[in-house]
């Protein structure tokens, strides 16, 4: 099974700042990573896919970037409605796996 | 619009049996493959289980296999998850998602979720 490790497992950034939140996989899983945003008593919602594709409707200050083991997802300037919990998760091989999640908490 | 609902949740006894539902909408359900996943309170994301689109193959994590089935019946448009002797870490919100397809596996619709308690 790949362990998906996220870090941090919280962050703190002031609104408009930029956020950088990591992924690491314990063995390499392509560009086949997706990350997911998941805000209080909602479902998760897909951000990006492929690594570096962003899903319909998500907007450009979302990217993301990496292959093999190390990824990352950077939010460009901060919007309050960002603040949420972030997932990653590779569906590289059986089982998918996601992260532990990072807390992304205003500052 | 594409949409997922899931059905069927509730408080059960351990060691006893419960069947989710998930109704699809909004999209043609039979060409997409479907999975379960589930979120223990204050927990991440888990994942359960995966049925491809014809329902001709089906995959488990190694935590409900045995206990759980999952099944679909592509002329209701509808996904199941049967769950049987369940335990107390079994408790957590159920979530239907649907595969993005084109050769993306990730999860691009996400149903409400349905929580299930397992508690004496």
């Known amino acids: 099974e790949i362990v998906m490790t996220q870090s941090p497992a919280t962050l703190s950034v002031s609104p408009g700042e930029r956020a950088t939140l990591s992924c690491r996989a314990s063995q390499s899983v392509s560009s086949n990573l997706a990350w997911y945003q998941q805000k209080p008593g909602q479902a998760p919602r897909l951000l990006i896919y492929g690594a570096s594709t962003r899903a319909t409707g998500i907007p450009a200050r979302f990217s993301g970037s990496g292959s093999g083991t190390e990824f990352t997802l950077t939010i460009s300037s901060l919007q309050s409605e960002d603040f949420a919990v972030y997932y990653c998760q590779q569906y590289n091989s059986w089982p998918y796996t996601f992260g532990q999640g990072t807390e992304l908490e205003i500052k | 619009q594409v949409q997922l609902v899931e059905s069927g949740g509730g408080v059960v006894q351990p060691g006893r049996s419960l069947r989710l539902s998930c109704a699809a909408s909004?999209?043609?359900?039979?060409?997409?493959?479907m999975h379960w996943v589930r979120q223990a309170p204050g927990k991440g994301l888990e994942w359960v289980a995966l049925i491809l689109f014809d329902g001709r193959s089906e995959y488990y994590a190694d935590s409900v296999k045995g206990r759980f089935t999952i099944s679909r019946d592509n002329s209701k448009n509808t996904l199941y998850l049967q769950m049987n002797s369940l335990r107390a870490d079994d408790t957590a919100v159920y979530y239907c998602?649907?595969?993005?397809?084109?050769?993306?596996?990730?999860?691009?619709?996400w149903g409400q979720g349905t929580m299930v308690t397992v508690s004496s």
């Open positions: 909004g999209f043609t359900f039979s060409n997409y493959d």
């Open positions: 998602a649907r595969v993005l397809g084109g050769g993306v596996w990730a999860f691009d619709i």
